[in-house]
């Protein structure tokens, strides 16, 4: 019988269907996504009240009464109160954590991908209902990304990763890094004459501890950031779909790059999932031959591969794989269309399960920083000096503070502040925001760096709030040697004049 029918159908399926060669990427593919699905999952558990919850900035029962499940199915939309949420949440870090020491990948394949499907369904359930605090690229990216690696198979069955998921992780990742390079190309002006970096750095989102260092360097080195970004998302693209090891050089290029975006900033999961994907691109002959190179003694004896995987597998999982790889790639036509469309969308979803989305980053660059300032006040009539400074956990405040390293946390707060400061529409959870702080509401309390009024002996709520805008600018070397600050600031204007918590309440009426 092994030379019968299904003996052949093996044979024919191991030629092209099985990659038996990239037993490494797909641990690091599913342990990888699994991590980021742990801290994803925590954030929820300490931010969605909050932020999302029942009394938090933007309710979620309030959206979904009038939004429908074709907007974006979410289990949330039949139990949204925060202690399902928080409960849910819970069961993510848990199931996540399993998968990342590899638990369920010991057992048949359809246990893992159901692991990862739960989550999927989880976490899409979360972004689907998270407005605007969850309208980044990256929820939609964890979202396909955990989807896809469900479909990997278990390492523990002896069974090699089916060659297709594969391919549509690098067409994820493909996506992910021409989708950037493109936007640049086709948005500001400082991506093309090569100096966007000389003001990035700056003015991005949530610096990190060393993007003051990376905005000192000259101005070379600022066009050389440039062009190498260019390179690494223009060109590097094409070779992941090259024969290998061109292919792993180039996902070797990506997680490089990504590396520097790691120390020089902080946004959130992106980088480090695109990490996981680059990875994801390297076969376990070149992982054997950096392993070589670096401890010359592995070079010693034959290669055993990791799991010891043949080139055959179950028929369901052919079947299973099959399938959804012909969804991704119906769905796969008009995120490629998006590619080459002159007005093209960044960081789209075009179906409500985000399982093949359209990507990119930062196609205009700011070149000057400001920052909304939030300040209370206990006094009955304050004067200049009677307001205290509320200090968020990432984005810039006091000038003397260093800006912290929060990747791959993600600090939703924060983020809205900066797009606050750049004057995005729709300020009502901003409104809220100040009410809750003149309420001292614990959860909202908690998202920031300290209350300030924690230890006040007139109480620790304040009578007053107010916010103001001020213009930053990282410190020269010079300033900075003199006076140890890492900032700079000046006053711009008031955005939020004085305003006391009867008022406030009657301006946001009874939906507050």
């Known amino acids: 019988m092994a030379d019968g029918w299904p003996g052949r159908v093996e044979t024919w399926l191991g030629s092209w269907f099985w990659a038996p060669d990239y037993d490494v990427a797909r641990e690091v593919l599913q342990r990888g996504t699994a991590a980021v699905l742990v801290v994803a999952f925590v954030v929820v558990v300490r931010q969605w009240r909050p932020l999302l919850g029942e009394r938090g900035l933007l309710p979620v029962t309030a959206f979904v009464a009038r939004t429908s499940w074709r907007d974006g199915p979410s289990v949330l939309r039949r139990w949204c109160s925060d202690r399902f949420v928080v409960a849910m949440a819970w069961c993510g870090v848990v199931l996540a954590g399993l998968l990342v020491v590899g638990v369920p990948q010991r057992g048949p394949w359809w246990v893992t991908t159901l692991a990862f499907l739960l989550l999927w369904a989880a976490y899409l359930s979360v972004v689907n209902v998270g407005q605007r605090f969850y309208g980044f690229g990256w929820e939609s990216l964890l979202c396909e990304v955990t989807f896809l690696v469900g479909w990997l198979g278990s390492s523990g069955g002896g069974v090699a990763p089916p060659l297709l998921v594969l391919l549509a992780a690098r067409w994820c ?48 080195w600022h066009r050389v950031e440039v062009a190498g970004n260019h390179v690494t998302q223009l060109v590097v693209p094409f070779a992941l779909f090259a024969p290998q090891p061109v292919a792993s050089v180039a996902g070797g290029v990506v997680v490089l790059t990504q590396a520097w975006l790691l120390a020089t900033g902080n946004f959130a999961w992106l980088n480090w999932l695109t990490v996981v994907l680059g990875l994801g691109v390297v076969s376990d002959d070149a992982w054997a031959a950096v392993g070589s190179w670096l401890v010359p003694a592995l070079g010693a004896g034959e290669r055993v591969p990791v799991g010891g995987t043949g080139v055959g597998g179950p028929v369901d999982l052919v079947g299973a794989v099959l399938g959804v790889s012909a969804l991704l790639l119906v ?46 006040s206990t006094a009955s009539s304050p004067g200049p000096d009677d307001w205290v400074e509320y200090a968020f956990r990432g984005k810039p405040g006091d000038v003397r503070r260093r800006p912290p390293q929060v990747a791959p946390y993600h600090l939703r707060l924060d983020w ?97």
């Open 416 to 512: 809205q502040m900066w797009f606050l400061a750049l004057g995005s529409p729709g300020t009502r959870w901003f409104e809220v925001l100040l009410l809750r702080l003149l309420e001292a509401d614990p959860p909202t309390l908690r998202l920031l760096a300290t209350d300030p009024f924690a230890d006040d002996p007139a109480g620790s709520a304040p009578r007053w709030v107010r916010a103001r805008v001020f213009r930053y600018r990282y410190t020269t070397r010079d300033e900075r040697r003199r006076s140890g600050d890492w900032w700079v600031r000046e006053e711009r204007g008031t955005l939020v004049d004085p305003v006391g918590l009867e008022r406030l309440r009657h301006l946001l009426g009874a939906g507050a």
């Open 173 to 220: 990742l493909f996506r992910v890094e021409l989708g950037a390079g493109l936007i640049k190309i086709r948005g500001d002006r400082a991506w093309r004459d090569l100096t966007a970096l000389e003001y990035h750095h700056e003015t991005q989102p949530l610096p990190g501890p060393f993007s003051w260092h990376a905005h000192q360097l000259p101005g070379w």
């Open 331 to 376: 769905l796969s036509v008009r995120p490629a269309r998006n590619l080459v469309a002159r007005r093209q969308l960044m960081n789209a979803s075009f179906e409500p399960f985000r399982l093949v989305n359209a990507y990119g980053a930062f196609g205009s660059v700011s070149r000057r920083r400001d920052e909304v300032v939030i300040e209370g």
